[in-house]
């Protein structure tokens, strides 16, 4: 079995994915509905990133994302309205699970590093959230 890492912002998780590994090297895998709980509708990768660019900085309304680090390494920052948590992506075996209304941010790319993507939806820009008092509200957060 598993063993997953909890975070501390809601439905977010921390994903050990399986790892086959012998003198040719690893292989790992992901498969809907059981190493993460949506179906998988759209596959994007983020990669020949800038030194000390910021990704993301937005919420979704309905989307859910697995996102992994296929080389190099970075950070993701998230949060759920109340609470902080920040992940550092450095294996190809690991992937993060974002839930739907979580604000992320990610930054302190490495040279190297390749950000791929797996996402419960396809591309909407309807779904997004890219102002941060919007995201308080459609969180149940608004002052
Ligand atoms: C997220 C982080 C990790 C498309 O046309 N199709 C796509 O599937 C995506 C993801 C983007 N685009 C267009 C929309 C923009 O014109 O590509 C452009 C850059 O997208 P964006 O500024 O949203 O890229 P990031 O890296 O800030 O955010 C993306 C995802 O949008 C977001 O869901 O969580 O990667």
Known sequence: MLVNDYIPVTHCQRIIL???????GDLSFIESGNHIPFSIERIYYIYNIPDKQLRG????RELKQLIISLSGSFCVQLDDGKNKHTAHLDSPSEGLLISNLVWRELYNFSE????????????????????????????????
């Open 57 to 60: 900085a937005h919420a979704h």
């Open 112 to 143: 190297n590093a390749i950000c791929l993507v797996l996402a419960s939806h396809k591309y909407d820009e309807s779904d997004y959230i890219r102002n941060y008092s919007d995201f308080l509200e459609a969180a149940g957060f608004a002052s």
């Open 18 to 24: 399986p790892k086959i590994g012998d003198n040719r």
